[in-house]
Structure formats: C-alpha cells, structure tokens
C-alpha cells in the first residue's frame, strides 16, 4: 500500500508543478484574461481614491457595478495605490489562496482522521481540478473567499474545540462571505453541523449567531452608507436570468471533469459518521456547494460557480481513502488511493488539453494586444469595450461601463439605456471595441441590440486584433491597419463587414 500511496502522491505532485507552471504563465501575462477581471482593478482603483464603489444610482456614467461585497478589492487596493494598476498583484492573490486552500483542505482530513496519505490526497487533488487550474490564474474574488472559508473549516476541525477558535471560525467565515455573497450557504452550514455533532446545540448556534450578528451589522453599516447602493449592486445587479439549458451544459462539464470523485462523494455521505470522521463536516459541505453550484444556470456564469464542489470533492476523496486505509485488508485502501489517481491523470489530460491552449492563445496574441492598447491609448475618452476593457484600467482610466451588467439590468427594465444609445447615435465615443469569441456569440449577451445596432448604424469597423473589433465613428479617420476579407458578422439583423483576424 506504501507503493501505490507514494505513487499516487508522485502523480499528484507532477498535477501541482504543472498548474504552479500554468499559473506562472497566466501571472507574467500583462493583459486581461477574463472580462471580469478588469472592473476590479478599477473598483480598486477607486477604493484606492476613497470613491463610493456602490453607487445606488447609474442613470449618469460611470454605467459600472461592482457585483461582490468589497473585501478582495480592498485587498488589492493597496498594491494598486502602490504600484499602479495591474493585474498582476490581483492574480497573485487568487494563485496563493488556491495554495492555502490545498493545505485547509489537508489539514482538515489529516486533524480529523489522522491519515497522512489521505490528506496529502485531499490537498493535492483539488489543484488538479481544471477549473481551479483556470480560475486560480485570475484577477477573481473566488480563490480568496474560498481560502477564507476553508481556514474557517480548518479551524474548527481541530480538537479539543475551544471558545477562541468558535469566534475565530465565524470571523472567517464572515470574510468569505464579504468576498462572495455565495459564500453565505455551503461552508456556514458545514460549520454548524459539525459543531452540533463535535460539541453542543449551544456552541453551534452561537456560531451561527456570530456569523449572522456580524454578517448581518457590515451589510446594514454598508448598506447605510452608500445609499442603498451595496444591496442594489450585490444583490439587485446579480440576479440573471437563469437558464436549465445552461445548468445541464454545466453539470455535463462536471460529470465528464470529475465522475469518479462524484461517486466518491456519493459514498461517503453513504458511510455513516462512526465509520466516517469527516461525514458531520463533509456531508453537509457537499449539499451546501451542490446548492450554490445549481445557481450556475445564471447568464454569464462560469466554472468559477464550481470552486467549492471542487474543495468539498477532494474532501470527501480524502475521506473514503482514510476510510478505506483504516479496513483490516489491505484492498479497499489500495483501490481507494488507485481511484484517486485515475481520476487525478483525466482531470490532468482535461486542464492540458482545454485550458493549456486557452492560456497559450491569449499569451500568442500579446503583439496584436500591444497594438490594441497603442489604439486605446491614442484615444480619448470615453472607449467603450468589452473583453478588453482591461486596456483602459492599465493606463489608469477609469471605466465607463460594463457593458454585460448593464444589459443584463437593461434587458430586465432595472436600468435605462438611453444615455449610451444618444451617446453611440451622436459618435460620441473615439472607439468601441467588441469581442467575438470563435464560434459563440457571447457578445450578445454583452450588449443590448439597440446597442449592436446603433453601432452598425453610427460606427465601423476598421481592424481586428486579438478577436476584437475595433469600431469607430463614421467619418473619423481609421486608426491602425487590417487586411480586410469578406467575411461578415450579423449584429442583430444587421451585418458589418469585419477584417481578418
């Protein structure tokens, strides 16, 4: 068993050198990797002015919104006060927290089983989840709340379970949650019910008590002070259409990603918490995250919705491995750690074959990128864009909108468009530039068809880098150069010729 446990480990290792090596390449990248990643810099660039990030109005520009409680903008502030902005110290912080979640979720299994290879399994395995391996490498809020919330856990796992550490896991858990709202349903109930199974009634709810008295005072103070902007950007802002369609296409992604550690899961909520130590924990922590997971049928969801699965996943591996290593035979722990592995090389040959290449294709675009950012630079403002809206936040301009959230509120009758639509029809912005992802018409879902179609109307197109058009107004004299094909793109029912890539 020795064998095969070091075997596995060795695996698990080479899967944790690979996604450091991936994440290296995603930290030196100086352009945007992710639409989202842009708004935060420039809330925290913001913040860093001493601005209100929650406006309760958006009727005048900027047409921004800051979708998630402030604690990872706040973070990053200093480093943009400091440095400049950038998405480099951004990035640094979700790598360094995808490690720290690793090493919660390893001393969670080894304090509560006391299996070394169990834990070391549980840890290791998480970064081998190609989500984490693609998220990890951004400028997110999602790697932070979930290191907060896992060192929560971590803190509460360990015994003899004091007053001290009861205060110290609700304020953990508490910052999670003012990192990503989302973060207010899987961990919290974890945490409840392993206090009840570990201790008493009495710890568990004040435990609860903390968490909701806390929780609940921040939102009424920030929520006070800004107007009613955080409950109308954290909460008014969010709420998508929701989609089964989109829900079933990303459960199909997990299930191809994760199907034997799904079934492991399965299996130790199957085992009852005499056999299994960490069922009081891991039990309601895979309910909780299967929950919140549900919720990625929401337009403009990603994988980033399936960060907690992932660390309640790999938990319940290393459950059943300690589960199995413990049996009188030596078998059960021999194919438990030889599941592990199996699973842990396809979710490897899925993040080398899926995400390796997105990485690679956004670093192969750096020189057409450089030539965007000379164009935006050479612009004045306002630029409106989409994708690369990042091209503004690195030369310190603020953002003049978020084009998916406020299509997402206009197409909702939250948020009146009229503004951008008379400042498109009167050319009033230098550039608009519009990103086409191949073979999806994500843009669509960026902005609204009055928008696409007074652009058409008011704007041309007048080079391609990096998948983005680049639109001006009709009559203004071209920036850059493109070599020009007849393809065509329909916006909305209308078609605009658009150059090579």
């Known amino acids: 068993m020795a064998l095969s446990a070091r075997g596995v480990s060795l695996v698990l ?15 030196t ?3 945007p990797l992710d639409y989202g990643e842009a708004p935060l810099v420039d809330q925290a660039m913001r913040l860093a002015r ?7 109005d958006i009727s ?3 047409f921004t919104i800051s979708n998630y409680p402030p604690l990872y903008v706040a973070t990053m502030a200093p480093f943009v006060a400091l440095f400049g902005p950038s998405f480099f110290f951004g990035r640094l912080i979700s790598i360094v927290c995808a490690w720290v979640c690793a090493l919660c979720l390893g001393l969670i299994v080894w304090q509560v089983t006391r299996d070394r290879v169990a834990a070391l399994l549980s840890g290791l395995s998480f970064l081998a989840f190609p989500f984490v391996v693609r998220w990890s490498s951004f400028a997110r809020i999602d790697l932070l709340a979930l290191a907060l919330s896992l060192a929560a856990l971590a803190v509460l796992a360990r015994r003899p379970l004091d007053n001290r550490r009861i205060v110290a896991g609700a304020l953990l858990l508490v910052a999670a949650i003012y990192t990503r709202q989302s973060y207010a349903l899987a961990a919290p109930l974890a945490a409840f019910v392993w206090v009840l199974f570990q201790e008493n009634a009495r710890r568990a709810f004040g435990l609860a008590a903390i968490v909701a008295g806390v929780g609940g005072g921040l939102f009424l103070v920030l929520n006070a002070l800004t107007g009613g902007g955080f409950y109308f950007n954290v909460v008014t802002a969010n709420a998508n259409a929701w989609s089964a369609d989109r829900l079933l296409w990303n459960l199909s992604q997990l299930t191809d990603t994760a199907p034997i550690f799904l079934a492991l899961a399965v299996f130790s909520m199957a085992l009852d918490a005499q056999r299994n130590p960490l069922w009081a924990m891991n039990a309601p922590y895979l309910v909780g995250s299967f929950l919140s997971f549900l919720t990625v049928g929401k337009v403009g969801s990603n994988v980033n919705y399936a960060l907690e699965l992932c660390a309640a996943l790999s938990m319940a591996a290393g459950g059943v491995v300690a589960w199995a290593r413990s049996r009188q035979a030596v078998w059960p722990g021999l194919a438990a750690i030889a599941l592990v592995g199996v699973q842990v090389l396809h979710m490897g040959r899925i993040s080398w074959e899926a995400e390796w290449p997105q990485l690679q294709a956004r670093r192969d675009a750096a020189e057409s ?4 950012e000379a164009i935006v630079a050479a612009a004045g403002d306002p630029v409106l864009a989409d994708e690369y809206m990042g091209m503004l936040t690195l030369q310190g301009r603020p953002l003049y909108i978020q084009p998916f959230e406020v299509t997402q509120l206009a197409l909702e009758g939250k948020w009146d468009q009229q503004p951008v639509l008379r400042g498109i029809e009167a050319k009033q912005y230098p550039l608009i530039l519009i990103h086409y992802f191949p073979g999806a018409d994500v843009y669509k879902e960026r902005w609204t068809p009055q928008m696409l179609d007074a652009i058409n109307r008011s704007y041309r197109l007048v080079g391609m880098y990096a998948d983005t058009g680049v639109y001006q107004p009709i009559g203004q004299t071209q920036r850059g150069r493109a070599s020009w094909t007849g393809h065509t793109r329909s916006f909305g029912g209308s078609v605009a010729t658009a150059p090579s890539r």
Request: glycine share 6%.
């Open 60 to 62: 005048t520009p900027p």
């Open 13 to 27: 290792v080479a899967i944790g050198v690979l996604c450091m090596l991936y994440q290296f390449l995603a930290l």
């Open 50 to 56: 001493g601005q209100n990030i929650y406006r309760a």
């Open 29 to 31: 990248h100086r352009y």
């Open 369 to 372: 990128l450089r030539q965007l």
